[in-house]
């Protein structure tokens, strides 16, 4: 005869055991999708729904006006003052600027719904969902983007600001986000469920002791970036940087008669002095020049494809960094757009008109001869200028300013035929273009073998497939591609640099306001660097400057050491924490999002130790943060490790080097990359420091030092507050917030 069923006994067996159950009318209450997957029913979720049941609830919905941000397009204005937050914004409770756009001011004058006021809680509701922060006067004014939620509490006086970004970010708010966050490759968190977050009703009197701990944080936080700043000042200050930027007068004054009745032009952007200083240059070069019309020839003929013929069709986005068309689509002529109408053929240089995309300037060889192109491009040949340095010149700095000069309009705003045909355009001597010739041509050349190449390879890996056995593609193939490649780009360059050198050669250091400058050869070709960014005459002033003081390299300063890039597939839900750039700022590393296998990383060598000095070189590269304490995380591969060894150096007042204008305009000169930026650790390992006297060093550390504690006793004030909010949530006691006293 079997036992009867104890039900005490069966409690205490499902307490012991990582499993909850739940009455099929437990799953229908306020759960609106019925969820019945058991993620949704961890019993650490079931316990919390619990304790905040015996308190008492409101939804968020009922409490706040609750809306997100900007969707879409949106323009940014670097003049501005106003800022877009984003969710990376919304982190360590107080929001922050850091990395923000600023904002166009019409673009928040049509959205003052979720333009942002003091007291203000933002949530990050895409990605990384959860990340919350309160709105202080510090940051305002600013919006938000489509990702983040603004949520402006009612004024009833039941809920107080800071008594609710404490919940939030306290493991009930999160916990209760994480469980409701929804979707299959990124996670969000909808507008409804963000009102539908539920509010534990505890006393004013309590949320006021949570109010005054959270301001003391913030206030302790200011402090401490008061410090760092006053810091930062010091240095430069002291190696006469404050203040300073490299010259580039952006006024003009102009009669009348030179403007208006000149150019029938009245925008102020059209009188940018620069403008008329690339104008002068190439008015006084050696070779001659004339206006471009009466230079080069401009073929304007429309063209009306046949119905059943095919043409390759050249766009906008066709159009490579180095003056190639790729990537170009084959289509009818029935099928074309409107837009197709310009018959192009080798040797011409087709030159976009369209602002924005002045760049995209390319020569066309015989590959695309009788190729069709968008009418949003000028097809240019010359009988004076070869093809070769037509496109060199319209790519080029002075040209493209020039030609930025002459766009204008309202919604699309482009060059026109007539401020096209009056650009002034430099007549190159012929023994100058029959070298940039020789460069675009053997660029050409590597590019087309290089070309070739891949698609050799791809074919053998299509053969593989389809023929046993199957062979695996020949790994030098891919290194002939990637070597060929890098070589096309440097003729490329070189050709670039030929012309410049012709241009400014005799006219350099004839005005204050130039952004370009001109160097030897010889300098090019021990920096192994052709691009113009990396000689602008401002890199110049500033190792003028520090000239004037003894300095080392930081390879003479500190060890550097490389971390791991494990890859996203090994990234995990628990285990060793994993920071990377996103999670450093110069104050301090967020909790990181991400974790690490610790039977496959537990390497103590990997660790960032005491003093230590993480430096990005990846992405946001520059940014330094000094290890406070040994950590126990794994840091990405695009964060160095440095190791002070030298001892005319303390870590604290390296670390305020590196975050300096000092490090990081040499760090904006030698990054490169496309997309993503990267700093190479041999260029690092060059950055020039200057070593200041040992008691000022000591005086910018006690700073810091001082800086910091602030940050890490505001910390200790909000964890504090945490403890509190979840430790009067557990207690059970069931409030009258209106009466201000417990009711049992």
Not at 403 to 427: D, F, H, W, Y
Not at 678 to 689: D, F
Request: hydrophobic share 35%; charged share 25%; glycine share 4%.
């Amino acid at each position: 005869m079997s036992s009867p069923f104890n039900e005490e006994k069966y409690k205490r067996l499902l307490e012991g055991l990582e499993i909850s159950e739940v009455q099929l009318c437990e799953l229908k209450a306020d759960n609106g999708e019925l969820r019945i997957d058991a993620e949704y029913y961890q019993k650490e979720y079931l316990n919390e729904d619990t304790f905040l049941s015996r308190i008492g609830v409101a939804k968020l919905g009922s409490y706040a006006f609750v809306t997100d941000g900007q969707h879409g397009y949106y323009e940014s204005d670097p003049n501005s003052k106003i800022y877009m937050l984003a969710a990376r914004n919304c982190k360590d409770y107080f929001a922050n600027t850091i990395d923000a756009l600023p904002l166009a001011k019409w673009v928040d004058d049509n959205n003052k719904r979720s333009s942002l006021q003091n007291e203000d809680i933002i949530l990050s509701t895409r990605g990384s969902v959860g990340c919350c922060a309160i709105v202080y006067d510090e940051v305002l004014p600013a919006n938000i983007n489509q990702d983040v939620a603004r949520i402006k509490l009612n004024d009833n006086n039941t809920f107080i600001p800071e008594f609710l970004i404490t919940y939030l970010n306290c493991k009930y708010g999160q916990n209760w986000m994480l469980r409701n966050q929804t979707g299959m490759v990124q996670q969000g968190l909808p507008l409804d469920k963000v009102r539908s977050i539920p509010l534990p009703l505890l006393s004013i009197i309590f949320q006021q002791k949570i109010e005054h701990i959270v301001k003391a944080a913030h206030s302790n936080l200011s402090k401490s970036k008061s410090l760092y700043s006053e810091a930062e000042e010091y240095l430069l200050s002291e190696l006469g940087l404050k203040g300073w930027q490299p010259n580039n007068k952006p006024t003009n004054i102009k009669q009348l008669k030179e403007s208006f009745l000149a150019s029938g032009r009245l925008d102020a952007e059209y009188y940018q002095p620069k403008y008329e200083e690339y104008a002068t240059f190439i008015k006084k070069y050696k070779g001659g020049a004339d206006s471009l019309g009466k230079v080069c020839t401009l073929n304007e003929k429309n063209f009306n494809p046949i119905e059943n013929h095919e043409y390759k069709y050249i766009e906008l986005s066709n159009i490579g960094n180095s003056g190639e068309i790729t990537g170009c689509t084959t289509s009818i002529g029935a099928e074309l757009p409107s837009r197709a109408r310009r018959l192009v053929r080798a040797n011409d240089v087709i030159v976009s008109s369209i602002e924005g995309s002045l760049q995209s300037v390319a020569l066309v060889t015989d590959e695309y001869d009788k190729a069709i192109c968008s009418t949003g491009f000028y097809v240019v040949k010359s009988e004076t200028i070869n093809p070769e340095t037509l496109l060199v010149l319209f790519k080029s700095e002075p040209m493209q300013n020039l030609l930025k000069q002459g766009c204008s309009g309202t919604i699309l705003t482009a060059i026109g035929r007539n401020e096209l045909q009056n650009i002034v355009m430099p007549k190159i001597r012929k023994e100058v273009q029959t070298e940039i010739a020789t460069y675009v041509q053997k660029s050409i050349s590597l590019r087309n073998e290089a070309k070739q190449l891949l698609e050799s390879a791809k074919l053998k890996v299509e053969d593989a497939i389809s023929t046993p056995p199957h062979h695996l593609i020949d790994n030098q193939v891919v290194t002939n591609y990637n070597k060929m490649i890098e070589e096309s780009i440097y003729y490329y360059r070189l050709a670039e640099w030929t012309l410049l050198q012709e241009l400014y050669a005799e006219a350099w250091g004839k005005t204050s306001t130039a952004n370009y400058s001109i160097k030897n050869y010889s300098v090019c070709k021990s920096s192994g660097r052709l691009d113009a960014e990396y000689y602008q005459p401002k890199y110049d002033a500033l190792f003028a400057q520090l000239s004037k003081y003894e300095c080392d390299t930081i390879k003479d300063i500190a060890h550097i050491k490389k971390s791991v890039e494990p890859g996203s597939e090994a990234y995990q839900d628990s285990g060793i924490p994993f920071v990377r750039v996103s999670d450093v700022t110069k104050f301090g590393i967020s909790e990181p999002n991400i974790y690490l296998s610790p039977s496959d990383f537990n390497l103590n060598e990997l660790r960032p130790k005491k003093d230590t000095i993480l430096l990005s070189k990846d992405g946001s590269v520059g940014i330094a943060y000094k290890v406070e304490e040994d950590l126990d995380c794994i840091t990405s591969g695009a964060l160095l490790h440095l190791s002070v060894f030298n001892k005319d150096y303390t870590p604290d007042y390296l670390t305020l080097v590196l975050n300096s204008i000092v490090v990081q305009m040499q760090a904006e000169r030698d990054s490169n990359g496309a997309i993503i930026q990267h700093w190479k650790p041999s260029e690092i390992e060059q950055v020039i420091i200057p070593k200041l006297p040992k008691p000022i060093q000591k005086t910018i550390s006690a700073t810091i030092q001082e800086s910091f504690a602030l940050k890490a006793e505001s910390k200790r004030l909000l964890d504090e507050a945490k403890m509190l909010v979840e430790r009067e949530i557990e207690k059970g006691k069931i409030y009258n917030i209106n009466k201000k006293q417990p009711l049992i």
